[in-house]
């Protein structure tokens, strides 16, 4: 099912152009008034684009407008996003230069963090002409919109709008509204998984259109600017995708270029930011490895670090409603089991393994990461008040691949 229309791409593209945009002029203008200026086309797309896909989308998009309101509504309390991303927002709002950006820096708000978020949050804040804790934040909702669009209209059944809705509200919560990043950063995850998997049908049409590559091309700059995990996502996904598909590689020519200019920003920013700090946060965190065996031969931690992965609210939500989607593609008899085709389809086989992949790396890093004097000095902290945040893309992936089997059920079995 191809929801890639002329329109909606053209959309997609204009949406994207103008936030990056505001991102890449702010490494070269000291003044502000073009804060302004994108401030104001920004909003006036993103009341354009709420206002096209409404007729089409009405109940995602009116569950959208009124968690807009909740946020407009609310200030930000969360650590993470008072403390990281808005406090870096207020930094770039009230500093007149990049420069000066990193002149303040209390141990705590990791300076060398990507500024994609927080340069829009800061630009929403010269809207209304003074910095405040709640306007800002809601960059975040203004970043989910386009993933949200397009999650809303390949989920054309019943059963897929509900699993979408238990996405937003139940896996992403508060999340998806209060500053933090992880919510858009799953959704732009799916979101690319959802581009290359129509890579090739659009190709086959011969519809593969320059905006068509564009959005993959912002779409990938964007995950890679909003975390550092971003990065390895997309690399877990493309991975995953010319794995899967490398029978079909020759006809991947496009793609490559792409990938290759998506990853200059987010490397742009990692030497520049280098050169500002003595040691960067991920260096700090992971400290070149050097905990990894003792951690990993932690039987104690690496139990608790597998149950809290494991067992928390958006993990079990997430793999009870693919285990209850799944379980209607197989029928067991006395005799045999009959998997329906779907599931063993290219597309699926891709879904699954960024799953795996993500997984496998996340969960390293995590195991890296324990006993750093970088963190909070209190036992398997990294496992307790991060395993659920961390692993949002893979919840989400999760209930992508549960959307793509009720859209694609067609009740064909093999023995």
């Not at 950006?101 to 705590?108: G, M, T």
């Not at 490397?267 to 500002?276: A, C, G, Q, R, V």
């Not at 793999?319 to 290219?346: E, P």
Request: glycine residues 2%; contains cysteine; charged residues 15%.
């Amino acid at each position: 099912m191809n929801v890639f229309k002329l329109s909606t791409i053209n959309n997609l593209n204009i949406y994207f152009l103008f936030i990056f945009s505001n991102y890449f002029v702010y490494f070269f203008l000291k003044e502000k008034i073009f804060f302004l200026f994108f401030s104001i086309f920004i909003i006036l797309i993103f009341l354009f684009t709420i206002i096209k896909n409404f007729k089409e989308n009405k109940l995602i998009i009116t569950i959208y407008v009124l968690l807009c309101l909740i946020s407009l509504s609310s200030p930000v309390a969360d650590w993470d996003a008072r403390s990281i991303w808005l406090f870096n927002a207020k930094i770039i709002f009230y500093e007149s230069s990049l420069d000066n950006y990193f002149s303040y820096s209390p141990y705590y708000n990791h300076i060398d963090y990507p500024i994609f978020v927080p340069v829009l949050s800061a630009t929403l804040a010269t809207m209304v002409d003074g910095w405040n804790e709640i306007f800002p934040k809601f960059s975040t909702l203004i970043l989910a919109l386009p993933p949200l669009i397009i999650l809303a209209k390949i989920s054309k059944k019943f059963l897929s709008k509900l699993v979408l809705l238990i996405l937003i509200l139940f896996i992403y919560e508060k999340r998806i509204i209060n500053g933090e990043v992880d919510a858009i950063l799953a959704l732009y995850s799916i979101l690319l998984i959802e581009l290359l998997k129509n890579f090739f049908n659009i190709q086959k049409k011969n519809s593969l259109s320059f905006g068509y590559l564009t959005v993959i091309l912002f779409n990938i700059i964007f995950l890679t600017l909003i975390k550092f995990e971003g990065s390895i996502i997309t690399l877990s996904i493309l991975a995953s995708f010319f794995f899967i598909f490398r029978d079909r590689i020759s006809n991947l020519k496009f793609l490559i270029p792409i990938v290759i200019i998506a990853f200059i920003p987010i490397l742009l920013w990692l030497l520049y930011s280098n050169t500002k700090i003595d040691t960067s946060s991920a260096s700090q965190m992971l400290n070149g490895g050097e905990r990894f065996l003792s951690n990993l031969l932690d039987f104690k931690f690496i139990l608790h670090l597998i149950g809290k992965i494991l067992i928390n609210k958006q993990m079990m939500i997430a793999l009870i409603v693919f285990i209850f989607i799944f379980a209607k593609s197989i029928s067991i008899n006395i005799y045999k089991i009959n998997l329906d085709k779907i599931i063993l389809r290219k597309e699926f086989l891709f879904c699954y393994l960024s799953i795996i992949i993500y997984s496998i790396i996340l969960s390293i890093i995590m195991i890296m990461s324990e006993g750093s004097a970088h963190n909070v000095q209190q036992e398997y902290f990294m496992a307790n008040t991060a395993s659920d945040r961390y692993f949002a893309p893979v919840h989400s992936m999760i209930l992508l691949c549960s959307i793509y089997l009720i859209e694609n059920k067609k009740g064909q079995l093999l023995n």
